[in-house]
Nanobody, 122 residues
Framework: VQLQASGGGLVQAGGSLRLSCVASGRTFSRYNMAWFRQAPGTEREFVAAIRWSDDRTYYADSVKGRFTISRDNAKNTVYLQMNSLKSEDTAVYFC????????????????WGQGTLVTVSS
């Protein structure tokens, strides 16, 4: 599976962005999908995930109520809608995929996209 993330950019605090991650292959619907982020000098941290079997979603406390993860299996795409952005959301955002099984909030994923940079100016 190859993942291609896009949608990052520069936005003012309080603004919104929507990230997209398109996956290659025919079995996208069987993958748990997640977004992680990494700011300079920090470790990669979990942002959100969506389970393959029932679209149950999981969020980091820091983004709960502001970010929404969703998927469109017909388009092999997972999205991250980010609202009420804060300067501390500035990071490179990565999408990740794991074939079924458990949803992890740690980077135990099989496939990773290249990352897309989100910069939030205060």
């Amino acid at each position: 599976v190859q993942l291609q993330a896009s949608g990052g950019g520069l936005v003012q605090a309080g603004g919104s962005l929507r990230l997209s991650c398109v996956a290659s292959g025919r079995t996208f619907s069987r993958y748990n999908m997640a977004w992680f982020r990494q700011a300079p000098g920090t470790e990669r941290e979990f942002v959100a995930a969506i389970r393959w079997s029932d679209d149950r979603t999981y969020y980091a406390d820091s983004v709960k109520g502001r970010f929404t993860i969703s998927r469109d299996n017909a388009k092999n795409t997972v999205y991250l809608q980010m609202n009420s952005l804060k300067s501390e959301d500035t990071a490179v955002y990565f999408c990740a995929a794991r074939d079924r099984g458990l949803v992890f909030t740690t980077p135990n994923y099989d496939y990773w996209g290249q990352g897309t940079l989100v910069t939030v100016s205060s």
